[in-house]
């Protein structure tokens, strides 16, 4: 299992209550990291925190193809989606971000990186030590999705940790009404969010299959 995942489409009208969370946390400053099992809507609640923030500018980075883990791949992808001279990425990430901070408007600047645990281990370490020194008031803000299923990679584990939970029961249930093509039978749906243990891209799954 690669850990990269496709968003799911209820995990952003079921969660509403991490990204309320992150985009507050996020919006003075600071690192944070978003954990959970694969399929449990990591990268949609990315995508919907940097379409909300409106503190300053956001920059994603998408999590990268198994073919461009190439050492600094991953902070040439961020300087690519910031718009910064990728040769910023060959020098230390704090460079980096004061580039993004001086080019952008007044406010907070957001970087999200996708699955930043897939990113070769030279971008992680350049990218793990300045994120741990952000704090609130420095202009920049920092979420990086990784996968839950395995340890917080060393580079990342002292920043703070927001682990998203399964859904519960209700919302599952309720995300597999909206996901079937038709009427689901109550026993069948039980049986469906039962398996699915509260994973929005199971539980979608199980409907499309």
Avoid: K
Avoid at 21 to 27: M, Q, S, V, W
Wanted: glycine share 12%; aromatic share 2%; charged share 20%.
């Amino acid at each position: 299992m690669s850990g990269q995942t496709t968003p799911g489409t209820g995990a952003e009208r079921y969660r509403p209550g991490p990204v309320a969370a992150l985009g507050e946390r996020l919006r003075e400053g600071g690192a944070c990291v978003l954990t959970g099992e694969p399929g449990g809507g990591r990268s949609t609640i990315l995508a919907r925190v940097a379409r909300a923030f409106d503190a300053g500018p956001a920059v994603v980075v998408p999590a990268l193809p198994e073919r461009c883990r190439q050492p600094l791949a991953g902070l040439r992808a961020l300087c690519r989606a910031a718009g910064v001279p990728a040769a910023d990425a060959a020098g230390p990430v704090g460079d980096l971000i004061g580039a993004l901070w001086r080019t952008a408007a007044p406010g907070t600047v957001l970087l999200c990186a996708d699955d930043a645990d897939l990113w070769d281990a030279a971008s992680r370490t350049a990218l793990g030590r300045p994120a741990a020194r952000l704090s609130p008031g420095d202009g920049v803000s920092l979420v990086l999705t990784v996968a839950g299923h395995r340890p917080v990679d060393p580079e990342f584990a002292g920043l703070p940790l927001l682990r998203l939970a399964p859904l519960s029961t209700a919302d599952a249930a309720a995300l597999l009404d909206d996901a079937a093509p038709g009427a689901l039978d109550p026993r069948v749906r039980d049986e469906i969010t039962a398996a699915a243990e509260g994973n929005p891209a199971c539980c979608s799954a199980w409907c499309t299959a």
